[in-house]
């Protein structure tokens, strides 16, 4: 499998619920992203990963908590989400912080 | 801070006809630029990037993008629309040197292309 990869494509939960985002990069790249994209609004810059640590935390609320174990995977765990957090959660990566990124096709993620 | 700004949020060609996707970018120094197609219900795809070199720059699908740093553009071309070209695109910016990485995108085109 080549590229970037997310599950679950979709995902519906309610407010009280606990998941999961998995995004798994198959380039032997070194950085990961979070992004959100809501209608109408420019990509929102979540989460940014380099070597497995954390350089960006772009003022997202608690109930988003990543997490990044190994230069492969990166993970979006949710709780106690509100309506407006529904959204297109796209996963990037880059061979580096200063080059194009690569992007995975998305989960969308409806909250009840 | 550094801008994208992508002139008309919505534009709408005839298949065959010339395809123009309008970006201007905000910064004292060139960034790099990029611009990204967005399918529907898919993630961001790059289509081309401009690093350094020539300014003329050729992508996938029969796309160009010229920089113009005298006008701070990097518009986006395709001499003849075809259907499946129907996308949202999205130009990006990142600030050379420095610790500012962020890739910065505009609000994006959607393109619609008639029959």
């Known amino acids: 499998e080549t590229g970037v990869t997310q599950t679950p494509r979709h995902l519906v939960m309610g407010m009280t619920n606990k998941k999961s985002l998995k995004c798994e990069q198959h380039?032997?790249?070194?950085?990961m992203y979070w992004y959100k994209q809501s209608a109408k609004k420019p990509l929102e810059l979540m989460f940014v990963?380099?070597?497995?640590?954390?350089?960006e935390n772009n003022s997202v609320p608690s109930r988003f908590s990543p997490e990044c174990p190994n230069s492969s995977h990166l993970f979006l765990h949710l709780h106690t989400l509100q309506p407006e957090d529904s959204a297109l959660y796209l996963c990037?990566?880059?061979?580096?912080?200063?080059?194009?990124?690569?992007f995975g096709p998305g989960t969308r993620l409806t909250v009840l | 801070a550094q801008s994208v700004t992508q002139l008309g949020s919505h534009v709408s060609v005839s298949e065959g006809a010339l395809v123009l996707l309008r970006c201007n970018y905000s910064s004292s120094v060139p960034p790099y630029l990029f611009w990204y197609v967005q399918y529907p219900n898919q993630g961001l795809q790059l289509l081309l990037k401009?690093?350094?070199?020539?300014?003329l720059v050729k992508g996938i699908n029969g796309f160009e993008a010229e920089f113009k740093k005298s006008e701070t553009s990097f518009h986006l071309t395709k001499p003849s629309a075809h259907m499946s070209d129907a996308a949202e695109y999205f130009c990006?910016?990142?600030?050379?040197?420095?610790?500012?990485?962020?890739?910065?995108f505009g609000k994006g085109t959607l393109l619609t292309v008639n029959p």
């Open positions: 380039l032997g790249h070194n950085a």
């Open positions: 990006a910016v990142i600030k050379r040197g420095g610790s500012n990485y962020k890739l910065t």
């Open positions: 401009y690093t350094t070199g020539a300014t």
């Open positions: 990963y380099s070597l497995e640590e954390r350089v």
């Open positions: 990037a990566s880059s061979r580096n912080l200063l080059v194009e990124q690569f």
